[in-house]
């Protein structure tokens, strides 16, 4: 028996109708449940073939318990240890490495020091900073928000220099993006499953969070939605992401990334609807299952993005040049 387990946190909706709907299925040999943790001893396999992970970045105790689960062999959704790593910055950089549009973006010090640090841990960086050059960049309007982390959270609009510096003064130790506003004519949120799986959703942004997902006559652009499509398969094949949303602001025909680094998407039926809360549920079932119907006990089981795959590659191949030398 492959047992396939869900980790979650306080989302009601879709953790449940998840299980149903595998459990519904009746394949032989496959069966879903919320994951039971209780001694989490090391190098010890869990019970798991397959653990969708909905809650990991904000506990760091079932993040450790992912890391040895997936070192063990357990398929893990998404990747806990690229997850770990990962931030916006980073996927920016990535983005525009592979040719998909983003917003002028700059990374910004924090405003305090870390814990711990002096001024003489920042020796390195210049000082005063090229204010000039960022503002050159990215201009006004432009949005500020942190480097890692997600759910809108800590997200300012900044009108100019001095409407920067006070926000910037309330962000604390958090390092923050700034980035230019992209003044869009449509918005899109897709769903990403492993398997090529794109759900493209209609979004509005500027509405309050329940009513998101209700667009007014939205855009029926076949090269467009097809550009969107794209887009989100190739930023989340170089991340190596199977569970994720993309979203993309369309500006002068051009869809531009906004946000990819979504691991554990908001699927409540209350926020996206009836409608794209079955997509979800349907596509994650049948991708947890395809997972677990594939997985080899005892082996590593996990998902690594090309991009960054390519990099071990190629650093294990100079390596290995150079110890023949």
Not at 20 to 43: C, F, H, L, Y
Not at 101 to 125: A, G, H, K, M, W
Request: with cysteine.
């Amino acid at each position: 028996m492959k047992k396939i387990g869900i980790l979650f946190g306080m989302e009601n909706t879709f953790p449940q109708a998840f299980v149903d709907r595998i459990n519904s299925k009746n394949i032989k040999g496959i069966v879903a449940e919320a994951v039971q943790v209780d001694v989490v001893q090391q190098a010890d396999p869990t019970e798991y073939a397959v653990i969708v992970d909905r809650i990991s970045q904000d506990v760091p105790f079932y993040r450790a318990y992912l890391k040895n689960a997936a070192l063990m062999g357990t398929a893990v959704v998404n990747n806990p240890f690229w997850w770990s790593a990962d931030e916006k910055f980073f996927n920016n950089c990535l983005s525009k490495t592979i040719g998909v549009p983003v917003p002028n973006t700059v990374i910004l010090p924090s405003y305090n020091r870390p814990d711990d640090t002096t001024e003489q841990s920042f020796r390195n960086l210049k000082f005063p900073t090229d204010w000039d050059r960022i503002f050159n960049y990215i201009k006004f309007p432009a949005y500020m928000k942190p480097h890692a982390g997600g759910g809108w959270k800590s997200v300012y609009k900044v009108t100019s220099p001095e409407d920067l510096w006070k926000k910037h003064a309330e962000t604390d130790q958090l390092v923050m993006l700034l980035q230019e506003e992209i003044v869009f004519d449509h918005y899109f949120r897709c769903y990403y499953l492993a398997g090529d799986r794109v759900h493209i959703m209609p979004y509005e942004p500027r509405n309050p969070h329940h009513l998101r997902y209700v667009v007014d006559n939205p855009t029926k652009d076949k090269a467009l939605l097809a550009k969107v499509e794209d887009y989100t398969k190739k930023l989340c094949h170089g991340l190596g992401y199977d569970f994720n949303t993309v979203e993309f602001a369309v500006r002068d025909g051009i869809p531009i990334a906004i946000d990819f680094c979504n691991p554990a998407p908001d699927a409540d039926v209350n926020s996206v609807g009836e409608q794209n809360f079955d997509w979800i549920v349907e596509n994650a079932a049948q991708m947890a299952i395809e997972k677990a119907q594939n997985h080899k006990p005892g082996e590593m089981n996990l998902t690594w993005g090309k991009f960054i795959s390519n990099i071990f590659t190629q650093d294990a191949g100079t390596v290995a040049k150079k110890t023949k030398k």
